[in-house]
């Protein structure tokens, strides 16, 4: 049995032509195009790229709305003996209640009574979990998630905490976008800024 002229022992045929004739002389190797290159079985096509532009712009919009408390921490630090309620135990469990009241509860209620008394202007929390509401009715079966909240800063009375929030939808779109926190503590700790990044 004669060897292909590609030089590969395992290369069949082309056509059923070329089978039925092998006593035919091999073709000039300068007439034959470039071999391609080796495909190995742990080689995977390009997966198709999802449209992800749109939906990462939509959620980093739903997010920066979800509270706008520029400034909330300077005026819980002038208004800190104005606190009241008990707050979280820790800083990231203040997190977690915050995020889990936005995104899966959207309960403005519940979002006024997880901030510092500097952010908690109940018609603007209301109007900012409407528009998250709105939003995840724009998708097909959202759910958010959020990485374990981790503290990058942390003094007595003050936390950075930083997590990226996931949403999926039930027709496979996927947007992260990572967030920080500034949490503070008075009688309990309590989400007091939240900003991209």
Not at 32 to 41: D, K, V
Not at 51 to 79: D, N
């Amino acid at each position: 049995m004669s060897q292909p002229a590609s030089g590969d022992p395992t290369s069949q045929p082309d056509s059923p032509t070329e089978a039925a004739h092998p006593a035919a002389p091999p073709p000039d190797p300068s007439a034959l195009p470039a071999p391609a290159a080796p495909h190995t079985p742990d080689q995977q096509s390009p997966a198709p790229r999802r449209r992800r532009g749109l939906l990462i712009a939509s959620i980093a919009l739903a997010v920066t709305l979800v509270l706008c408390l520029g400034g909330g921490v300077a005026a819980f630090l002038v208004l800190r003996a104005t606190e009241d309620g008990a707050g979280a135990e820790e800083p990231t469990v203040a997190v977690e209640e915050f995020l889990t009241a936005v995104y899966k509860d959207r309960d403005a209620a519940q979002v006024s009574s997880l901030v510092c008394s500097a952010a908690r202007d109940q018609d603007k929390i209301s109007a900012k979990v409407a528009e998250v509401e709105k939003y995840a009715a724009d998708y097909e079966k959202p759910y958010f998630r959020w990485s374990p909240p981790k503290v990058d800063d942390k003094t007595e009375d003050r936390a950075i905490i930083t997590t990226t929030v996931t949403m999926n939808t039930a027709d496979e779109k996927a947007a992260d976008l990572p967030l920080r926190l500034t949490v503070v503590k008075t009688t309990g700790w309590w989400v007091c800024e939240v900003a991209e990044g």
